[in-house]
């Protein structure tokens, strides 16, 4: 049983083209996220969703739109596809308090072309 | 915001030890740390809290330092299993906004 999945694992289209990512849970967690990792391997935050509420929205282009339709979903839109959006894109969830840590799902990987 | 870590990479040979510090320039409540295998998630490892003492389990443990505002990952007689890239995470407070590090490649030779 996966904790937090997330598809699709990759992701190939053009520029301009609009594209969605989907996650959920099965942890019980209420809180969700969703984290953006570059070629150099840093992780930033780009979203966190607390009970279904917007907590966290960190400086990403308004391209991107989260949508959590419960506490166990989190989905990432993204519009009008840009090269520098080509990233791999994971999704998260932990309690509020975060002490048993983040749980993060396999990730997907997004290629612009 | 982003915490950061050191060293940026190394390699080492089964059996030898490393340390990882993670530095923040605010005040921290918690540091969390992971692994993340190439092509993986990251995994999370261990927590520590303000007031809380040191953790480990196995052969890594980790140290909160509150006043300078630092922790360390110790791994101990490394293992091949313990390549990947280590992130340490930092919160100011519960459920605050929390960053990952700018992450240590650690490298385990035969």
């Known amino acids: 049983d996966t904790a937090v999945s997330q598809t699709p694992k990759y992701l190939v289209t053009q520029m301009g083209n609009d594209k969605s990512i989907k996650c959920e849970q099965n942890l019980g967690h209420d809180t969700m996220y969703w984290y953006k990792q570059d070629s150099k391997k840093f992780l930033k935050i780009m979203f966190s969703?607390?009970?279904?509420?917007?907590?966290i929205n960190e400086t990403v282009p308004n391209r991107f739109s989260p949508k959590s339709p419960d506490k166990a979903h989190l989905n990432l839109h993204i519009n009008s596809l840009e090269l520098g959006d080509s990233a791999v894109y994971f999704c998260?969830?932990?309690?509020?308090?975060?002490?048993?840590?983040?749980?993060f799902g396999s990730g997907t990987r997004l290629t612009v072309v | 915001q982003q915490p950061v870590q050191s060293p940026q990479a190394v390699i080492l040979r089964e059996g030898e030890d490393a340390v990882i510090n993670c530095s923040s320039s605010?005040?921290?409540?918690?540091v969390h740390w992971y692994r993340q295998k190439h092509g993986e998630a990251p995994v999370f490892l261990m927590i520590l809290l303000k007031g809380g003492e040191q953790k480990g389990h196995d052969k890594i443990s980790a140290s909160f330092n509150e006043k300078k505002q630092q922790s360390s990952l110790y791994l101990t007689a490394s293992q091949l299993s313990y390549s990947g890239t280590y992130f340490c995470?930092?919160?100011?407070?519960?459920?605050?906004?929390?960053?990952f590090g700018t992450g240590t490649s650690l490298t385990v030779i035969p």
């Open positions: 969703y607390n009970n279904k509420e917007l907590i």
């Open positions: 605010k005040a921290l409540y918690s």
């Open positions: 995470g930092t919160a100011r407070t519960t459920g605050n906004q929390f960053y």
């Open positions: 998260a969830s932990s309690q509020w308090t975060g002490e048993y840590g983040y749980t």
